[in-house]
């Protein structure tokens, strides 16, 4: 069975950088109950977070700004956010921070950072080039560190 991962973009309008450091160090990743659906997908990305799978693996960036880190869900999703009203809040264990301060200026793709996106998972079909251009140079970590064998 092959891992799942995401990209969750906690955006720089609603988060500051001190933000993004505590929201690591509580171990909680943070959505908005109303992010909408993202192209011609018929669930909203409110809801994959909702639904994402503990066990799933996600990268959480601020936009194209910084990646902070590689990070698992631990746990369902909080509806009573201690962010506030409308907010989701999920539990994480942290794998591995980001090795590098560089943007990001590869291939645009929905689960790239340079897409205006905040919940997208990475298509099966897409995996070895999320690999190659994200996990390598951001997190210095490969798909056969995960078991994944092509």
Not at 10 to 29: K, P, T
Not at 94 to 116: C, G, L, M, Q
């Amino acid at each position: 069975m092959r891992p799942t991962f995401w990209k969750l973009s906690q955006g720089s309008q609603y988060f500051s950088v001190q933000e993004m450091l505590d929201s690591i160090n509580e171990g909680l990743v943070y959505l908005h109950k109303s992010t909408s659906s993202k192209g011609r997908s018929t669930t909203t990305q409110a809801e994959d977070f909702y639904n994402a799978s503990i066990g799933d693996y996600f990268y959480l960036c601020h936009g194209n700004e910084m990646f902070y880190i590689l990070g698992q869900f631990t746990g369902p999703v909080n509806v009573f956010s201690k962010k506030g009203e409308g907010w989701l809040d999920r539990p994480f264990r942290h794998i591995r921070s980001s090795v590098s301060y560089e943007f990001y200026n590869n291939a645009h793709k929905r689960w790239s950072p340079t897409d205006n996106s905040t919940f997208i998972k990475v298509p099966d079909d897409e995996i070895q080039m999320f690999e190659e251009l994200l996990l390598k140079p951001f997190f210095d970590i490969t798909l056969s560190d995960f078991g994944i064998e092509f």
